[in-house]
C-alpha cells in the first residue's frame, strides 16, 4: 500500500525525481559517507517529531540509525530503540575528534603549537582562577574596614582554604576513574565510581565540619602565637561559618572533576564564575553596606561555594547521570581510590605545609605584618593558579607520545619545549603584573601606612618567586603524565625539608622578607629538580626502557 508524504517533507539534498506515490522502495540507498550534513534538518511545522540538531553541534545520523524508522503522513520519527544509537554514535565521533586534535598538536610545528596551546587552556584557567578570587574578594573588601580582621584572615584562610588542598585526592581520583571508564565505554561503571566517590566527599566533608567546630579555635590558637593572640576570636568566627560549607565543597569537588573526566570544562567553569559573583555582591552588600565585617565575607564565600557544588551536581544531572546517588565504597574500593591520589596527596600535602608554615612564621611578626603578608600571599595565589592549565595540557597530550601506539619522544620533547616557552614567557608577564598591582594601588587592600611598607619590602622575591612557577607547571605536569609519580612525591617531600630549614635561619634574621626569598628559594628548586629529571638521559623523555614506568603506573592502579 502506498504511503503519501508531503513534498514539503522531502529532503531537498537527494534530488529524488517528482513522484504522486511515492513508496519507502523509491528511497535511495543512505549511507553515512554519503549523508549530507543538512539531510535531517527538521521541516519548519509546528507538528515536527524529528530533532537532531543540537546548538553547539551537528548530529550524523547513519543508515544504520535510520532503519526500520517510521514514515508518517505528519513527518519523520526516529523509534525510541534508535535514540541511544545516535547518542552512542555522536559520543564515538567527539571521542574520534578529540584524538585526531590531539595527534594534531603533537605534530604541529612549535608556533602553531603554541597558539593551540592557548586555545586549549582558555577555558580550564577560569576554574584555578574562581577560588583564590574568593579569598581576595574578601581580602579586599575586608581590608577597607578593619587592619585586625585583615590580618585574621591569615590564619583563617589555612583552616578553611589550604586545608581542603589535603582532599585533592578525591579530584585526581575522581577524574581518572571516570576517563578510564568512560573510555570502555561502561556507563554503569562510570555511575558507580560517581557515587563512590560522592559518598566518600561528602564524608570527609562533615569530619572536617566536626573537626573546625570542636578544634578551630584550637587550631588558630597553636597557629597564631601569643604575640597575635587578639586575632583568633575574629579568624574563629570566620571559619565557624565557612566550615558549614565543607560538605557541599568536597562534593561539588567530585561531581567538578568527574564534569572534567568527560571533557566538559564549560560547566564546572560556569558554576564557580556563578560562585564568584554571588561571593563578590554578598561581600559588598554584608560587609560594606550592612557592616558584619569578617563574618558577612565568610557568610558570602559560603553561600557561593553551596551555590557552585549544586550547579556542578545538576550539570551531570544533564549528562544522564544521577548525582545524588550514592554508593559505599568496598575495601578494595578504597585501596584503588587511596593507590589512585597517595603520590599527589603527598605532594599537595607538602606544598601545603610549606606555604602554612609561612603563616605560621609571619604571624610571630606583628599584626601588620602579618596584615601585609596576607595581602601579598592572596595576589600571589591568583597569579599562579593562570600556571596550572600547562600542567593539565601536558597531563592531556603527553602520555600518547610517551606510551602510546604513535609513541615518539622527539615529538614529546618538542611538545615540552612549546610548554616552557609559554610558561616563561606567561612567568614574566604575571611577574611584572602581579608586582605592579601591590606596588602601584596598594589602596586597593588597604590605607595603613604600616602595611603598604611592610607590603613594598617583599616586592623583589615576591617577583622572582612568581616568575618561575609556570614554567615549573610545565615540567610537573609532564612527569605527572609520565606516571614518574615517585620521584614528584619524593622531590617535593625534599623541597619542604629543605625550605622549612632555610624559612627558619631567613625569617629568624631578616624577618616577612626571609619568609619571601625562603618560597622564591622553594620554587627555584622545585624547577630545577624537574627540569634536571625531563632531561636526564633515563628520564621520561629520552629513554626507550618504559617497563620502570609501567611496573610503577601497575603499583599505582
Not at 463 to 482: K, M, Q, W
Request: glycine letters at 8%; charged letters at 15%.
Amino acid at each position: 500500500m502506498a504511503l503519501k508524504i508531503p513534498s514539503t517533507l522531502l529532503p531537498r539534498s537527494l534530488h529524488l525525481p517528482p513522484r504522486q506515490n511515492p513508496n519507502l522502495s523509491h528511497f535511495p540507498t543512505v549511507s553515512n559517507r554519503h549523508l549530507p550534513l543538512h539531510f535531517f534538518t527538521p521541516p519548519l511545522t509546528p507538528y515536527s517529531t524529528l530533532s537532531i540538531s543540537a546548538p553547539h553541534r551537528t548530529r550524523f545520523v547513519t543508515a544504520r540509525a535510520i532503519q526500520g524508522q517510521e514514515l508518517t503522513g505528519d513527518g519523520l520519527s526516529i523509534p525510541a530503540e534508535h535514540e541511544g544509537v545516535l547518542e552512542k554514535e555522536e559520543e564515538e565521533e567527539e571521542e574520534t575528534v578529540t584524538q585526531s586534535r590531539e595527534k594534531e598538536l603533537a605534530e604541529q610545528g612549535i608556533w602553531i603549537q603554541m597558539k593551540e596551546i592557548i586555545k586549549f587552556t582558555g577555558p580550564a584557567t577560569g576554574l584555578w582562577i574562581c577560588g583564590p578570587l574568593m579569598s581576595l574578594i574578601d581580602t579586599a573588601v575586608i581590608g577597607q574596614g578593619s587592619s585586625i580582621e585583615l590580618a585574621a584572615l591569615g590564619p583563617a584562610t589555612v583552616v578553611c582554604d589550604y586545608m581542603s588542598y589535603v582532599f585533592m585526592f578525591l579530584s585526581v581520583a575522581t577524574s581518572n576513574m571516570v576517563a578510564t571508564a568512560l573510555a570502555k565505554q561502561d556507563r554503569e561503571e562510570v555511575q558507580h565510581h560517581i557515587s563512590v566517590l560522592l559518598f566518600i566527599g561528602l564524608v570527609c566533608g562533615f569530619m572536617m565540619l566536626l573537626f573546625t567546630w570542636l578544634f578551630g579555635a584550637t587550631t588558630l590558637t597553636a597557629f597564631t602565637g601569643s604575640k597575635s593572640s587578639h586575632v583568633v576570636p575574629a579568624a574563629n568566627t570566620y571559619v565557624q561559618i565557612r566550615g558549614l560549607a565543607w560538605p557541599a565543597l568536597l562534593v561539588g569537588w567530585v561531581a567538578q572533576s568527574a564534569s572534567l573526566g568527560m571533557k566538559d570544562s564549560w560547566g564546572p567553569l560556569k558554576a564557580l564564575a556563578a560562585a564568584s559573583v554571588i561571593n563578590g555582591i554578598g561581600d559588598i552588600v554584608l560587609c560594606t553596606y550592612l557592616g558584619y565585617g569578617i563574618a558577612g565575607a565568610a557568610w558570602a564565600t559560603m553561600a557561593s561555594q553551596v551555590v557552585a557544588a549544586y550547579m556542578m551536581m545538576r550539570a551531570l544531572n544533564m549528562k544522564g547521570y544521577n548525582a545524588f546517588a550514592l554508593s559505599i565504597p568496598s575495601g578494595r574500593e578504597l585501596l584503588t581510590i587511596l593507590g589512585l591520589a597517595a603520590p599527589v596527596f603527598l605532594t599537595m600535602m607538602s606544598k601545603v605545609a610549606f606555604y602554612s608554615l609561612l603563616i605560621y612564621f609571619a604571624t610571630s611578626m606583628g599584626t601588620h605584618t602579618l596584615a601585609a603578608h596576607q595581602v601579598m600571599l592572596q595576589t600571589f595565589s591568583m597569579c599562579t593558579v593562570w600556571g596550572e592549565p600547562l600542567s593539565q595540557t601536558a597531563q592531556s597530550f603527553m602520555p600518547e607520545l610517551l606510551y602510546g601506539a604513535n609513541r615518539n619522544l622527539s615529538k614529546a620533547r618538542m611538545l615540552l619545549r612549546s610548554l616552557a616557552i609559554i610558561g616563561a614567557t606567561l612567568g614574566l608577564l604575571l611577574g611584572v603584573v602581579g608586582t605592579s598591582v601591590p606596588f602601584l594601588f596598594p589602596y586597593i587592600f588597604t590605607h595603613d601606612q604600616m602595611i603598604i611598607r611592610e607590603m613594598h619590602k617583599v616586592l623583589i622575591p615576591y617577583f622572582i618567586a612568581l616568575a618561575v612557577t609556570p614554567p615549573t607547571h610545565s615540567l610537573e605536569g609532564t612527569l605527572l603524565a609520565g606516571r614518574d609519580l615517585r620521584f614528584i612525591s619524593l622531590s617535593m617531600t625534599g623541597c619542604l625539608c629543605g625550605g622549612a630549614l632555610i624559612l627558619l635561619i631567613l625569617c629568624s634574621r631578616y624577618g616577612l622578607q626571609g619568609c619571601w626569598f625562603s618560597l622564591a628559594l622553594f620554587q627555584w628548586a622545585r624547577f630545577s629538580m624537574a627540569l634536571l629529571r625531563l632531561l636526564s638521559p633515563k628520564g621520561i623523555l629520552y629513554s626507550e626502557d618504559i617497563d620502570h614506568n609501567r611496573l610503577q603506573k601497575l603499583r599505582t592502579a
